[in-house]
């Protein structure tokens, strides 16, 4: 919350000081991972699989998939909220196509390095760093481990999860809610959920929460690119997004289709919550529509964008020919 209180250039600052340490504190850790099993990444690679078959394996990983996938959902969703500081289009869309996959498989393949070398040294699978840097020996090792561990989850957190909230909250009343105060609000909220009940049970926690709302954050995702790409063929009038009585406003203010849309996309995946929540029984629901939730975001995804393509084919954007291009000039705010 301090450094939600210092404002974006101390989040800034945060996240530039975690892409330089982090990446050399993940190295460290897959050079001990390596230098602790006798045979280096051999033994480590060649570990017999955990799943009794390949059919378990795909059971296990398509929904472990989509969890992960609604997991980054959010701050796709959200990018806006960083891009807008960029000081070009460019700028972004390099930031991200260099960064990000990069980074992205870097850090999957340490962790299933390091998870699987802790199962040789011992004798147990550990996949939390938190316990697993209380297995070093070295106070020094423990100290340095502890504080990339405490960066790494205050560094992400911030960016995933408060400066979007922050933003909205302060969206709402404008004269009232600043960030700071945004951000506050969004850490209180944060605690009264109970996150560390969800993690404490890795299932409940990917099958339950992640792919649960997957199954909401498939539908918003899929309205906006279809919006974006297939009804406004990537023409926006930025002035009347501003606008109350603008192209934007639709019906009293809400665009009754986007909202039937995002309906249609929630509910093929509402059954297969309530089995794997433990709400109804798996007899009470067909095997194929239960299998759905295991896809949610996708299913989601791909309902609410074909759903919101057809319903928006009977309304006539309002949209002046001369305001499809807009002249889009960027400041840095340094």
Known sequence: MWVVWMGVNSIRKLLVFKAFFLPLAALALLYWAISAVHGGLGPILTRPSGFASAAAFWAFFIPGLTGMVGFWATLSLNIPDFTRYAVSQQAQVKGQAIGLPSSMTLFSFIGVVVTSATTIIYGTTIWDPVVLAGKFDSKLLVSIAMIAVAISTLATNIAANIVSPANDFANLSPARINFQKGGLITGLIGILIFPWKLVADPSGYIFTWLVGYSSLLGPVGGILIADYYFIRRQQLNVPE??????????????????????????????????????????????????????????????????????????????????????EITYVSTD
């Open 241 to 326: 997004l501003y606008t109350l009585t603008g192209a934007y406003h639709y019906t009293g203010g809400f665009n009754r289709f986007a909202i039937w849309a995002l309906l249609l996309g929630i509910v093929p995946n509402i059954p297969g919550f309530l089995i794997t929540a433990g709400l109804v029984s798996h007899e009470a629901v067909p095997f194929w529509i239960a299998q759905l939730y295991n896809y949610a975001w996708f299913v989601g995804f791909f309902v609410s964008g074909a759903s919101y393509c057809g319903l928006m084919r009977s309304y006539k954007l309002n949209i002046p020919a001369n305001h499809y291009k807009e």
